[in-house]
């Protein structure tokens, strides 16, 4: 392995881990500014489920602040990731369990989301940024909080 692709698998593990790191503060804005401007999220859940898309970085910020702004708390935590690299552009799958705590009725409900991204990262200037990435949600659980 060249010292490039070394720095290049860093650079992109350290992109997922900002994703997640970002949600987590609720900045939504910098999150979006992680993809390419023309960048595609797509989610489902399940393997099977309907494939839903999101396109643009403007409609992604959007998305994310619906998702995490409304919550209580927000936490990520990320498993495995590998990736291909081929130059400029490259793929990924990466693991991650998100739980969003939301009031639902003055109770607070907690939502695990265990999470499969696979993703396409392309270098520009420099700098990785996620092109595409497909969420899928393998389990949702909700619960109450106890405290």
């Given at each position: 392995?060249?010292?490039?692709?070394?720095?290049?698998?860093?650079?992109?593990?350290?992109?997922?881990?900002?994703?997640?790191?970002?949600?987590?503060?609720k900045?939504?804005?910098?999150?979006?500014?992680?993809?390419?401007?023309?960048?595609?999220?797509?989610?489902?859940?399940?393997?099977?489920?309907?494939?839903?898309?999101?396109?643009?970085?403007?409609?992604?910020?959007?998305?994310?602040?619906?998702?995490?702004e409304?919550?209580?708390s927000?936490?990520?935590?990320?498993?495995?990731?590998?990736?291909e690299?081929?130059?400029?552009?490259?793929?990924?799958?990466?693991?991650?369990?998100?739980?969003?705590?939301?009031?639902?009725?003055?109770?607070?409900?907690?939502?695990?989301?265990?999470?499969?991204?696979?993703?396409e990262?392309e270098?520009?200037?420099?700098?990785?940024y996620?092109?595409?990435?497909?969420?899928?949600?393998?389990?949702?659980e909700?619960?109450?909080?106890?405290?």
């Amino acid at each position: 392995m060249t010292n490039q692709e070394m720095m290049d698998r860093l650079e992109l593990r350290e992109l997922v881990d900002i994703f997640a790191n970002l949600a987590d503060e609720k900045d939504a804005k910098s999150q979006g500014d992680l993809f390419l401007e023309d960048g595609k999220l797509e989610f489902q859940m399940g393997y099977d489920g309907e494939i839903n898309n999101i396109v643009g970085r403007e409609a992604l910020v959007a998305a994310f602040t619906a998702t995490i702004e409304p919550c209580i708390s927000v936490y990520h935590l990320n498993g495995q990731h590998t990736v291909e690299i081929n130059g400029d552009e490259a793929t990924g799958t990466a693991y991650c369990q998100a739980t969003l705590v939301n009031d639902v009725e003055g109770k607070s409900i907690v939502t695990v989301n265990d999470v499969r991204y696979a993703d396409e990262y392309e270098k520009k200037d420099g700098k990785w940024y996620i092109k595409k990435r497909r969420t899928t949600f393998l389990i949702s659980e909700k619960h109450e909080l106890n405290a």
